[in-house]
């Protein structure tokens, strides 16, 4: 089974950036959606973005839209999430997820914080 590895988490202040990696183990990865997924502390998990499997339709949760991009690179089996503009409530767990492989990764750590 494909193994998905997120990285780049970290602390940055409001206002900040930060370019999440979704790591996978095999080719297979570029037969999947991969979407994005993040927990809050309390909270359940919500969807945030996905992108087709070759790269195109991408879509956002409304809170995230217009600072958030997804997109992908099947040649080097790598998806990201580039974040612009964090907010406090942006603030979670990031996981990445592909969908037809059942596959989830261990999630990476995102804190905006002052």
């Known amino acids: 089974q494909v193994q998905l590895v997120e990285s780049g988490g970290g602390l940055v202040q409001p206002g900040g950036s930060l370019r999440l990696s979704c790591s996978a183990s095999?080719?297979?990865?570029?037969?999947?959606?991969m979407h994005w997924y993040r927990q809050a502390p309390g909270k359940e998990r919500e969807w945030i973005a996905s992108?087709?499997?070759?790269?195109?339709?991408?879509s956002y949760r409304d809170s995230v839209r217009g600072r958030f991009t997804i997109s992908r690179d099947n040649a080097k089996l790598e998806g990201y999430l580039q974040m612009r503009g964090l907010w406090l409530e942006d603030t979670a767990v990031y996981y990445c997820?592909?969908?037809?492989?059942?596959?989830w990764g261990q999630g990476t750590q995102v804190t905006v914080s002052w």
């Open positions: 997820h592909a969908p037809r492989l059942r596959a």
């Open positions: 095999d080719i297979t990865f570029a037969t999947s959606e």
């Open positions: 992108i087709s499997s070759v790269g195109d339709r991408p």
